[in-house]
């Protein structure tokens, strides 16, 4: 068993029964499952833009107790600034989100399973499957 971060995409993929997602089942089977804090703000946030109802919500809270989340923490605020500063230096400022995600797969020293592979193979040491 092999412990991965899913970017918020992944999750998105399975929440809409996506044919995308059939991709990734096996990054996602068998595995244990680390999503960013981040990564919930964001799919909260689609609640709010797709206007869900409350059963809506609460399924996807039901859905979302499977993953271990990972928190905010001094260490991930560092390791975030780390990430933000590299990529402006390189010329390809990142996302406020996806370096949220990016520090916590570097922080954790854990794969990042993304979509949008484009967005994170430019960090130094972050692993990425795609």
Do not use: Q
């Not at 960013?36 to 609460?58: C, H, P, Q, V």
């Not at 560092?78 to 570097?106: F, H, Q, R």
């Amino acid at each position: 068993m092999e412990t991965v971060l899913l970017d918020t995409c992944i999750i998105s993929f399975f929440l809409k029964t996506d044919e995308r997602a059939k991709h990734y089942e096996p990054y996602v089977d068998n595995n244990r499952l680390v999503v960013s804090f981040m990564t919930i703000a964001e799919l909260y946030r689609w609640t709010i833009t797709k206007k869900w109802g409350l059963k809506r919500k609460l399924d996807l809270e039901k859905y979302l107790s499977k993953f271990i989340v990972y928190p905010f923490t001094d260490h991930l605020c560092y390791k975030w600034a780390e990430v933000v500063e590299e990529m402006k230096d390189k010329g390809n400022p990142i996302s406020c989100a996806d370096a949220w995600i990016a520090a916590t797969a570097l922080l954790l020293d854990i794969p990042i399973v993304t979509h949008n592979k484009k967005d994170f193979c430019e960090i130094n040491h972050l692993k990425v499957i795609s």
